[in-house]
Each structure stands twice: as structure tokens, then as C-alpha cells.
């Protein structure tokens, strides 16, 4: 992310920063676009802190996070918990929190319903490798398609790059190299894929990650989902942003040639 950041001008940083502050609930926890507060947009708050000269609370939002209950959370707000806690609690995370309850959700509390989906195992496996588990490699054959793109639901004939994203990061060298080619492939002239910002940063970046060029640069859209206030939004002809998509925005202004 910070090679993105680095890419913004410094007035776009200062307005982000101004918005990641005023994004911070009283309460400690970050809000989302209806203004409460909420563990998802949390990390990506906490994600956007990272950045140079961010001032936030984190007294409060340790305190506000501590109160959570870890066994009424899905598998998407359980990592979103342990990669805040990680973020404030850099050196003592792992001894401090238990990771054991990640081995016990149930199926329903995966997307899609679905513990062994590219994107649910992406997830959990890349949580447990944090941790010091280590995770086998994953059958994904009933995911992938013909043209070596992946799904999120079995025995589909349209890939998702959500998923082919995440597969990339679980597949032996050779799979991988023919879906990161495969996903490449998929990227529009525009620098886009799929038509939106989530799923242009979350393909560029698992490109960025394993060496591969995307075809074209995204800054032009990139710069049509940014908002006056600083935040990115999911399309260009959105009205608002908020700390998920700018979090999207600026992964994907490193990752972009």
C-alpha cells in the first residue's frame, strides 16, 4: 500500500487523512458508509493508519476491539479482528489472542457458505500461516474453469476474480502461472477488471504479488473513482467512497503499471 500512497498527491493524502479520523466513532471502532461503527471497516481504518503522519486513537479502539466477543464472528469479521489486532498490537498478537476458534466455525459462517471456496480458504489459510500453522494446498479443481479462471461456486462457467485472485495465492507453481496469465489476459484496455474498483485491486495486486505485468495501467480510472473528499468509490459513476474502496484505491495505485 504504500507505494500506492506515494503515488497520491499530497493533497489527496492530507484530505484522506482528515477522512480516516473523522471516520472514527467515539466509541473507538471506524464507521462505514451509514455512520456506524463496525469491525469490518475497522481494519480497513486501522489498514489506511499505517500510512505516514496518520494520527488516530488507538487507545480507543484497543479497548473497543477488546470487548468484542470472538465466537459471534464470521470468518470475515474474525479476520478482520486478528489483522487489527495485529496491526496494534504488532509484537504480542499472536500470544495474546486465541486462533484456535478458526478451526471450529461452521460452514455458515464461511461465504458462500463454503469453508473450502478460493476465497473462504484464502482467508483462513493465510490467517493460520500468520499465525505459524502451517495449511496444505488446496483441491481446487471443482472451482476452476476451462480457461484456467476460478469460481467461488462449484461447476460455474463465468470466473470470478475475487476467487482467481485468491486461488493464485494457494496453487502449486505451475497452476499458478497458467491462472496469473489467464487473469492477465482478462484485464480491459481501460486497465479494469471486472468493472469495478475491488475487483481491479484485488487482480492487480495478486499479479504485483507473483511477478506478473497487467496489460495496461488503471490510473486514469483510478483517478475516476476518486472522490473530493480524498476517499476512493467502487465505480466512477458512484457517488461516495469510504475507508474500504480508498483502502482498494490506493492497493491499487502501487500495483498498477
Given at each position: 500500500?504504500?507505494?500506492?500512497?506515494r503515488?497520491?498527491?499530497s493533497?489527496?493524502?492530507?484530505?484522506?487523512?482528515?477522512?480516516?479520523?473523522?471516520?472514527?466513532?467515539?466509541?473507538?471502532?471506524?464507521?462505514?458508509?451509514?455512520?456506524?461503527?463496525?469491525?469490518?471497516?475497522?481494519?480497513?481504518?486501522?489498514?489506511?493508519?499505517?500510512?505516514?503522519?496518520?494520527?488516530?486513537?488507538?487507545?480507543?479502539?484497543?479497548?473497543?476491539?477488546?470487548?468484542?466477543?470472538?465466537?459471534?464472528?464470521?470468518?470475515i469479521?474474525?479476520?478482520?479482528?486478528?489483522?487489527?489486532?495485529r496491526?496494534?498490537?504488532?509484537?504480542?498478537?499472536?500470544?495474546?489472542?486465541?486462533?484456535?476458534?478458526?478451526?471450529?466455525?461452521?460452514?455458515?459462517?464461511?461465504?458462500?457458505?463454503n469453508?473450502?471456496?478460493?476465497?473462504?480458504?484464502?482467508?483462513?489459510?493465510m490467517?493460520?500461516?500468520?499465525?505459524?500453522?502451517?495449511?496444505?494446498?488446496?483441491?481446487?479443481?471443482?472451482?476452476?474453469?476451462?480457461?484456467?479462471?476460478?469460481?467461488?461456486?462449484?461447476?460455474?462457467?463465468?470466473?470470478?476474480?475475487n476467487?482467481?485472485?485468491?486461488?493464485a495465492?494457494?496453487?502449486?507453481?505451475?497452476?499458478?502461472?497458467?491462472?496469473?496469465?489467464?487473469?492477465s489476459?482478462?484485464?480491459?484496455?481501460?486497465?479494469?477488471?471486472?468493472g469495478?474498483?475491488?475487483?481491479?485491486?484485488v487482480?492487480?495486486?495478486?499479479?504485483?504479488?507473483h511477478?506478473?505485468?497487467a496489460?495496461?495501467?488503471?490510473?486514469?480510472y483510478?483517478?475516476?473513482?476518486l472522490?473530493?473528499?480524498?476517499?476512493?468509490?467502487?465505480?466512477?459513476?458512484a457517488?461516495?467512497?469510504?475507508?474500504?474502496?480508498?483502502?482498494?484505491?490506493?492497493?491499487?495505485?502501487?500495483?498498477?503499471?
Open positions: 500500500m504504500l507505494q500506492g500512497w503515488r497520491m498527491s493533497k489527496a493524502q492530507d484530505l484522506v487523512r482528515q477522512g480516516v479520523v473523522a471516520t472514527q466513532g467515539t466509541g473507538g471502532l471506524f464507521c462505514g458508509r451509514g455512520g456506524q461503527e463496525d469491525l469490518y471497516y475497522t481494519f480497513f481504518g486501522l489498514l489506511l493508519s499505517l500510512m505516514p503522519d496518520m494520527k488516530i486513537n488507538r487507545k480507543t479502539c484497543r479497548h473497543a476491539l477488546d470487548s468484542i466477543d470472538l465466537h459471534s464472528l464470521d470468518l469479521h474474525f479476520c478482520a479482528f486478528f489483522r487489527s489486532q496491526i496494534l498490537h504488532p509484537f504480542t498478537w499472536k500470544l495474546k489472542y486465541d486462533i484456535s476458534h478458526l478451526h471450529s466455525l461452521p460452514s455458515t459462517a464461511y461465504p458462500h457458505a469453508p473450502e471456496a478460493p476465497y473462504s480458504r484464502f482467508l483462513r489459510d490467517l493460520l500461516n500468520d499465525c505459524g500453522e502451517k495449511t496444505s494446498l488446496p483441491d481446487l479443481h471443482e472451482y476452476r474453469l476451462p480457461n484456467d479462471l476460478y469460481s467461488n461456486l462449484k461447476n460455474q462457467t463465468i470466473y470470478n476474480v476467487a482467481t485472485a485468491a486461488a495465492f494457494l496453487l502449486p507453481d505451475e497452476l499458478r502461472r497458467q491462472t496469473l496469465n489467464a487473469l489476459a482478462e484485464q480491459a484496455e481501460d486497465g479494469t477488471f471486472g469495478n474498483l475491488l475487483s481491479t485491486a487482480a492487480l495486486f495478486a499479479l504485483q504479488s511477478q506478473t505485468n496489460r495496461f495501467s488503471a490510473k486514469g483510478l483517478q475516476e473513482c472522490r473530493e473528499n480524498g476517499f476512493f468509490a467502487p465505480m466512477p459513476d457517488p461516495e467512497g469510504d475507508l474500504e474502496y480508498t483502502v482498494y484505491g490506493v492497493l491499487a495505485m502501487g500495483a498498477t503499471p
